[in-house]
């Protein structure tokens, strides 16, 4: 069982280009939320889904983009990629009442 | 709106010695709590929750936890520390009610577990 799996493990952008960071989870969990992981900042909610086709904003959304087609995979894209966006971006996945399960995490440098 | 506040950036103990990470929320109704751990370069790793019933609740590799409902805390902790605990550590909550919203996390409290 994978679980959550996230794709690229490290990837280094360029400023202003583009890329999306991939999600997916075998678990057919309905609940799935992209956050970013700053030194001293913790965990920051960028975006989340309850559902195919459902998405919502969370405390830090400017420069992302989300979609969710299907219950597997919830797709994050960097539109034009600043150095703000340095990070690493975590995916996770619930059900209604259970705990999220964390991808293992994309590395982004952006330069 | 949800929030976690983890009060300590850091917190070293020795190696045989409780230990306490604090935790303390605020949410809209009752909250659902939770505790996760991070091994460095590694994701977040699930040790225990919080829904209803008994107040101490018991989760992974020795970790209990503490809800206190009228503090508004769910503190973590461990009766004998281990070196391999080093670690950071997060707590988390969302509103029982509100099954659609994501998890709100702190900012993380590091343990340093000295030998």
């Known amino acids: 069982n994978a679980g959550v799996t996230q794709t690229p493990k490290f990837q280094v952008l360029k400023t202003g280009q583009s890329m999306t960071l991939q999600c997916a989870q075998d678990?057919?969990?309905?609940?799935m939320s992209w956050y970013r992981q700053d030194p001293g900042m913790g965990l920051r909610l960028i975006h989340y889904?309850?559902?195919?086709?459902?998405?919502d904003q969370g405390e830090v959304p400017n420069g992302y983009n989300v979609s969710r087609s299907t219950t597997e995979d919830f797709p994050l894209r960097l539109l034009s990629a600043a150095p703000s966006q340095t990070s690493v971006y975590f995916c996770?996945?619930?059900?209604?009442?259970?705990?999220?399960?964390f991808g293992q995490g994309t590395r982004l440098t952006v330069v | 709106a949800q929030s976690v506040a983890q009060p300590e950036d850091q917190v070293n103990v020795a190696e045989g010695n409780p230990l306490t990470v604090k935790c303390t929320y605020s949410?809209?109704?009752?909250?659902?709590l939770f505790w996760y751990v991070q091994y460095p370069n590694r994701g977040l790793q699930f040790l225990l929750k919080?829904?209803?019933?008994?107040?101490l609740v018991k989760g992974s590799y020795g970790f209990e936890a503490e809800f206190n409902k009228s503090q508004t805390s769910f503190h973590l902790k461990k009766p004998s520390a281990l070196v391999s605990d080093s670690a950071l550590y997060f707590c988390?909550?969302?509103?029982?009610?509100?099954?659609?919203?994501?998890?709100?996390f702190g900012k993380g409290t590091t343990l340093s577990v000295s030998s």
């Open positions: 996770a996945s619930r059900d209604m009442n259970t705990e999220a399960f």
């Open positions: 678990m057919n969990h309905e609940y």
């Open positions: 889904s309850v559902g195919a086709g459902i998405t």
């Open positions: 949410v809209s109704g009752n909250p659902y």
């Open positions: 919080y829904i209803t019933g008994d107040n």
């Open positions: 988390a909550v969302r509103a029982l009610n509100q099954a659609g919203t994501a998890l709100i």
